[in-house]
């Protein structure tokens, strides 16, 4: 405060120029599109042809709500697809690194080496990691069905059929990332003060009872943190499907079994020219996303 | 429990703890392989011939070692991986010259100066955070093609400069900083801009390293973004250019397999090196994002 004192000016000028190359990014690509995904949302549009575009009112939210029309049935599909990687991932998302995390927190030798180990698929691309597994499920050729054989087990074709696709899917996800939660749930087992367990040992509480009475309660908050910054991601699902399954196998109802919704947007938007339906599905599915995170907030600040 | 009565309670103790860290070792073992295995098998492939992929047996160690993948993607002009290859440099660099930059200035502003609307300006900046990032998909989009960037680095650059978190994340850092030293400097009769490049940014070495790995992995990374402005094969960067790769062969998993080294290698080195810094970067700023 004393800076701001001996400085002060009638109209402090600097502090505006210190913001200003970021706030104007910021309003272009941050703030206007706020409202403008909600403008164009109201037209059928396509970038290549702006002199084509027709202002159609609600009629590309119509479309999402209208059952028994494709669109309905694409959308409505990806939305369960999504949901379904959701729910099949973020356990596997929150329970494997949460493990891994408890048994590097052991003061073991080597557990700086196997921290590093864990971690490292996290810092290659979507691009990457998605092409290696897409390598190592194919049918022909793939590391994982040749081991399967060898050992006398069924060797399904795990990218174009279900549940394989998707489980494909959760596999190459949780590979690559579980080793951030792993270390966000490491570094926060490391904040919990060893004497608390010492005491407890004193006391006769077995190692069962150490961890739900003493970890868990203290982990609770980046529990949850890390609960709902997974499933956030996990809603954002898009390369691996992309570049592993391409949405296949095909629903006989339309759409396909592991095409989730930020595909679906992507081809409605970017392989088809229809930027305003696809602006609208955006915004459906961040009013749900939003929803979503609002009702753990307040789920969150109730508990604390 | 068996153990115990069996054995005095100290040697019983003994063989407990052996037992744990014997099954601690084995888990961790097999978890090792179980990462590392797809990366072995990434660059065992990327040296194989295409007649050694479908083989009955499965060589870890290719038969016969064979650059001709490498040279084949690194020669063929319709996926030219060595123009992706610097543009992805070109494009990283640049943005997180121009990240670090403008995100400390910012950052500084809203940690250590007064002015009125500092607190409304940057709740709304934080505000945003909470927003999903489909919400900007097609509307940014349009604003890139509307500003003719498409097919331009700069529409994958200028966009990247909105984010907030480097802002939030140096204005943490600066927040923590004790203040003696700029009010000294400010005593002395320094000015605003002189305390800040003289004194304050100096001090924000190790922050601006870790927001620079950050910012790097990010932008040397992105797939989506750059898979929708830059469409011109000259222009991609590497990530689309490896969906572009995969479209352009079937079945030539090795070549695949080689484009996968050239993209991964860099990032793999460069953890190697920073393998601590960055696992902590990572730990600290989660738990705050």
């Known amino acids: ?304 | 429990m068996t153990i115990r009565t069996t054995h005095s309670p100290v040697s019983g103790y003994r063989v407990q703890e052996f037992v744990n860290r014997a099954v601690i070792y084995l888990t961790l073992s097999i978890v090792t392989l179980i990462v590392v295995i797809p990366l072995v098998w990434m660059f065992s492939t990327s040296f194989k011939l295409k007649s050694q992929l479908f083989t009955k047996e499965i060589y870890w160690i290719p038969k016969q070692i064979t650059l001709e993948n490498y040279e084949k993607i690194l020669n063929n002009p319709s996926t030219p991986i060595g123009r992706w290859f610097i543009n992805s440099l070109f494009v990283a660099s640049v943005t997180t010259v121009l990240k670090l930059v403008i995100d400390s200035l910012a950052g500084y502003a809203y940690a250590r100066m007064d002015f009125p609307g500092r607190k409304q300006i940057f709740g709304l900046l934080i505000a945003t955070l909470f927003l999903p990032g489909v919400m900007f998909l097609v509307p940014n989009f349009v604003t890139v093609a509307n500003l003719g960037m498409l097919n331009k680095f700069s529409g994958v650059i200028i966009p990247a400069l909105a984010s907030v978190f480097g802002v939030y994340f140096m204005r943490q850092f600066f927040e923590s900083l004790p203040k003696e030293l700029e009010e000294a400097a400010a005593i002395d009769g320094a000015n605003r801009l002189q305390i800040f490049f003289l004194v304050a940014l100096p001090l924000s070495k190790p922050a601006l390293a870790t927001l620079a790995v950050i910012e790097f992995l990010a932008s040397w990374n992105d797939f989506l973004w750059a898979l929708l402005v830059l469409k011109d094969r000259a222009v991609q960067t590497l990530q689309p250019g490896l969906r572009t790769l995969q479209g352009a062969y079937t079945s030539e998993y090795g070549l695949m397999m080689a484009g996968a080294v050239i993209v991964a290698v860099p990032v793999l080195v460069l953890y190697i090196f920073l393998q601590r810094f960055i696992v902590q970067s990572v730990a600290t700023t989660g738990l705050k994002g």
């Open chain 1, 1 to 304: 405060m004393s800076i701001a004192l001996a400085r002060k000016r009638k109209i402090p000028l600097t502090p505006y120029l210190f913001i200003l190359p970021h706030l104007l990014f910021f309003a272009v690509f941050v703030g206007y599109p706020f409202f403008s995904g909600l403008y164009i949302s109201f037209f059928q549009y396509d970038y290549l042809r702006p002199e084509a575009t027709v202002f159609v009112g609600l009629q590309n939210y119509l479309d999402l709500f209208k059952p028994g029309s494709v669109k309905f049935i694409e959308f409505w599909n990806s939305v369960r697809v999504t949901f379904t990687f959701v729910i099949w991932s973020v356990p596997f998302l929150v329970l494997i690194p949460l493990g891994l995390a408890i048994l590097l927190n052991s003061k073991l030798k080597g557990m700086t080496f196997f921290r590093a180990v864990f971690f490292s698929p996290w810092v290659l691309s979507c691009a990457v990691i998605s092409l290696i597994w897409w390598w190592i499920f194919q049918s022909q050729g793939g590391l994982l069905n040749y081991y399967l054989k060898l050992w006398g087990f069924d060797t399904p074709r795990w990218l174009s059929t279900m549940p394989y696709a998707m489980i494909s899917i959760v596999v190459a996800t949780v590979w690559w990332t579980m080793g951030y939660n792993m270390v966000i749930f490491l570094a926060a087992l490391q904040d919990i003060p060893t004497d608390l367990y010492e005491a407890a040992e004193v006391d006769g509480a077995n190692a069962w009872q150490r961890f739900t009475r003493i970890t868990l309660p203290l982990l609770q908050p980046v529990l949850v943190f890390i609960i709902i910054t997974t499933i956030i991601a996990s809603f954002n699902l898009l390369g691996q499907p992309m570049m592993m399954t391409r949405g296949a196998p095909a629903q006989p109802t339309g759409g396909g079994a592991t095409e989730p919704v930020m595909l679906r947007i992507f081809t409605e938007g970017f392989v088809r020219p229809f930027q305003g339906s696809a602006a609208a599905m955006s915004v459906v599915v961040a009013i749900m996303m939003m929803t979503f995170s609002f009702v753990n907030f307040r789920l969150f600040r109730q508990r604390d």
